[in-house]
């Protein structure tokens, strides 16, 4: 947690990095295609450690080949229907857990919430393969519903060096963020951190002195 005596200071400048990265990437946004709210709760669960563009891939022929909500509750009832799932998938990594975790989110979808996804944080939690990052980007992009701060792993490194937080956890970290980035910005400060990561900042080793925010890094 910040300590209170620090949070003028971080305050301020997560103020002037989220200045400077508005002006970069005026239009920020979610780089995962879908065309309804399920597509997007598949789409961000087949995400977890695959690149975006990965994911983008696979779904283009697995939202042609599944297109209701009901059809992955089908699939989801038999092992013949998991295994076909599985396949389809595969390319995204973890195919079998994220199998699971997506044919068992459309059952508890279409069970317990109607077909519909729910719109608090605390239903959210309640399906499979839905942590708070993941709770967090479905429910600012489907409803406009801004509980918190989705903490990927982009986020996670660059909120650190930018220091912004002495954590490493992404709920601590979260926690920080929530406490020195005003609500407004909550659900953008995610993707314009992931944008800045992207184009100027990668993990991969490269020289941090012509990175736009280099004077704030460490």
């Not at 068992?104 to 399906?127: D, H, N, R, S």
């Amino acid at each position: 947690m910040t300590l209170p005596k620090e949070l003028p200071h971080l305050k301020k400048r997560a103020q002037k990095i989220t200045k400077i990265l508005k002006k970069f990437f005026p239009n920020p946004r979610i780089a995962l295609n879908y065309s309804n709210n399920w597509e997007l709760l598949v789409a961000v669960e087949l995400s977890a450690q695959c690149t975006d563009k990965k994911v983008n891939e696979v779904t283009a022929q697995l939202f042609k080949k599944y297109r209701k909500l009901e059809d992955y509750v089908r699939m989801g009832k038999s092992v013949r229907g998991v295994r076909e799932f599985e396949k389809d998938i595969k390319s995204t990594g973890f195919y079998r857990s994220k199998a699971k975790n997506v044919l068992g989110a459309a059952k508890v979808v279409k069970e317990k919430f109607g077909g519909k996804l729910p719109k608090t944080m605390a239903e959210m939690l309640t399906i499979p393969g839905i942590g708070r990052k993941s709770a967090n980007v479905i429910l600012g992009n489907a409803y406009g519903v801004v509980e918190g701060i989705a903490v990927d792993t982009h986020v996670i490194r660059l909120s650190k060096k930018l220091g912004l937080t002495k954590h490493t956890e992404p709920e601590k970290i979260e926690r920080d963020l929530m406490q020195i980035i005003p609500k407004n910005d909550w659900f953008n400060i995610t993707y314009l951190l992931i944008d800045y990561g992207r184009k100027y900042c990668p993990a991969r080793p490269h020289n941090h002195n012509v990175c736009p925010l280099y004077k704030f890094g460490k």
